[in-house]
């Protein structure tokens, strides 16, 4: 019996970095912070609260940590706080440094690489038009790395009432985890508009690279395990993809939801993971298989 698993499956390189990041700083013995959760993954989170790293769950909180002095029982140079791989904006960055607080930035290159082009375009009078989720954390990010005007959308309809301010060039870029199609038609439709574009395709490949590997394995495999946490969309989406082709698919969130029947035939096993499930996890699971079948 052979298994096999996606060579992406679980963390991203980003979300790994940051993750790896917060554990090393814990040795260091300072309290830390992490600036939103690290990771969208129960397990990993509570593992990190036992071992004493606290979340500020958004900007309000952190206003209030920083108004009211709420650690001031603490020495600033023993508090750390870890900015996740979401990134945050440059307001929030700077008004935590000069707290004193020591600041782990572990913002991913990629989404580091969109808060240089937006600064830097709209400080030539460029026009921002960010397409993307306007709540998501990383959008909120990206906005605060504007110098100038910058507006934000999700849909192809508001793209299609979407009028830029006149004479001014625009650069559009994306979130990193965007629906790449979905961005090619808001692009075409700008376009269309015969408006002063300058189009930056800023979404990372690793959903894709995933979901594409996922498909591969599962094409071949007699049975596939998905694992992932239930209300992750991108861990559904890799269940639908290996059900079109591999009816004997389960989708699991730990070990123990794992009840696999295989036909006596079986040659293959596939494994897959979701961007947010930990290597930890994914082996588990893998030792099981390779023990149990
Ligand atoms: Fe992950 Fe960075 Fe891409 S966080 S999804 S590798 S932009």
Redesign the pocket.
């Known amino acids: 019996m052979e298994i096999r698993v996606t060579a992406s499956a679980g963390f991203?390189?980003?979300?790994k970095r940051a993750v790896e990041t917060v554990y090393e700083q814990i040795q260091t013995g300072k309290t830390i912070y992490t600036y939103g959760s690290i990771v969208h993954n129960e397990e990993v989170v509570k593992e990190l609260t036992e071992l004493g790293v606290r979340v500020i769950e958004d900007r309000q909180e952190l206003e209030r940590m920083l108004e009211q002095d709420s650690l001031a029982d603490e020495i600033p140079q023993d508090v750390t706080v870890i900015i996740r791989?979401h990134g945050v904006s440059k307001d929030i960055s700077q008004r935590m440094a000069q707290k004193g607080w020591n600041i782990v930035d572990t913002t991913?290159p990629?989404?580091e690489h969109i808060h240089r082009l937006v600064e830097e375009r709209s400080r030539q009078g460029e026009h921002i038009l960010v397409v993307g989720g306007p709540e998501h954390p990383e959008v909120e990010g990206t906005v605060g790395w504007c110098n100038g005007p910058v507006d934000v959308l999700e849909s192809v309809e508001e793209a299609e009432k979407y009028v830029p301010p006149e004479g001014k060039k625009l650069t559009v870029v994306a979130q990193?985890?965007f629906n790449y199609n979905k961005f090619q038609h808001i692009v075409e439709i700008l376009k269309e508009k015969g408006y002063n574009v300058s189009i930056v395709n800023t979404i990372?490949n690793?959903?894709e690279e995933r979901q594409r590997e996922t498909r591969e394995v599962a094409a071949d495999a007699d049975a596939m395990i998905v694992i992932g946490g239930k209300h992750s969309s991108n861990t559904r989406k890799l269940y639908e993809i290996c059900k079109e082709v591999c009816d004997n698919t389960c989708f699991i969130q730990t070990l123990d939801d794992l009840h696999l029947e295989l036909p006596r035939s079986a040659g293959l096993i596939g494994i897959t993971a979701g961007a947010s499930t930990p290597n930890k996890l994914i082996e588990e699971v893998q030792n099981y298989v390779r023990i149990n079948f």
């Open positions: 991203c390189f980003g979300v791989a991913c990629f989404v990193t985890t990372c690793a959903t």
